[in-house]
């Protein structure tokens, strides 16, 4: 016997419900390709060194974290240096067990802090630089770069990125780049859509004042609380003066070196 319900399907509805089913397929696989995509955080492509996108998929994350801790203790030799390098930034997705994708990723940012390479960490920003996780590394390149003098350096770094900071810091660094860089109308826009959102800073408020020709050179005490916050300090506050100590940061004496 035929199964006369058959009969009463209509074909156009058949169809058009296989293509909703197959643009629902499409759009499944195309957010699970984009989330394994920002799970890729590194420089190299594996096949570069040979090895492969799942080469640490069933790593004990916990053995890995260990691992890396003693090496972060030791002085690698150039060959082993290198070695791990390829390793540590090459694309790979993270362990599945015992770390998370943070946790794998800040195993990589501190071994770029710690070989302080800045052309690289530059490389590494600007290669992933839509990921937020880069704000602790973006922090030490500005400041590096700021402590050694080499302000020109630091101010491009926002040249090179296409994703807008997510840290109060990042952003006071790019308003006063955009000053420097004499771009004063962009840096007022900026200072007011941070301003927008709650933004709160005294001691950054007056210094955007005074660089910005607004007000004169101010009396107040100097600011250590960060490196940028005691280079605004010596562009504003008036004769200034300052005399390092033992208890003085160990980037503010380098730029006090390095400015002289």
């Known amino acids: 016997e035929i199964d006369t319900k058959t009969e009463n399907i209509d074909p156009e509805t058949d169809i058009v419900s296989n293509s909703n089913n197959s643009n629902l397929i499409n759009i499944e696989l195309d957010e699970k390709i984009e989330s394994n995509r920002l799970k890729l955080v590194g420089l190299y492509d594996p096949a570069e060194n040979d090895l492969n996108l799942n080469m640490w998929e069933l790593s004990d994350g916990e053995k890995i974290i260990k691992l890396v801790e003693k090496i972060q203790k030791i002085k690698l030799s150039n060959d082993a240096k290198n070695i791990y390098e390829k390793l540590i930034l090459t694309n790979a997705f993270p362990p599945e067990n015992n ?18 390479d800045l052309n690289l960490i530059k490389e590494f920003i600007i290669k992933n630089d839509q990921q937020n996780f880069n704000n602790e590394l973006i922090n030490y390149y500005l400041d590096k770069n700021l402590s050694l003098g080499k302000l020109d350096n630091t101010c491009e770094l926002f040249s090179l990125i296409k994703s807008q900071p997510e840290s109060d810091y990042i952003l006071k660094y790019k308003i006063y780049c955009l000053i420097h860089n004499d771009q004063k109308e962009i840096a007022q826009l900026q200072y007011d859509l941070i301003k927008e959102t709650g933004f709160k800073d005294n001691f950054f408020d007056k210094s955007f004042n005074i660089l910005m020709g607004y007000t004169n050179n101010s009396e107040t005490n100097i600011s250590e609380k960060s490196l940028l916050n005691f280079h605004l300090s010596y562009l504003t506050v008036k004769d200034f003066f300052y005399e390092p100590n033992e208890n ?11 400015n002289n």
């Open 99 to 116: 770390i998370n994708f943070e946790q794998f990723t800040d195993l990589k940012i501190k071994w770029l802090i710690k070989n302080d």
């Open 248 to 258: 003085t940061k160990k980037n503010i004496w380098q730029y006090l070196s390095s």
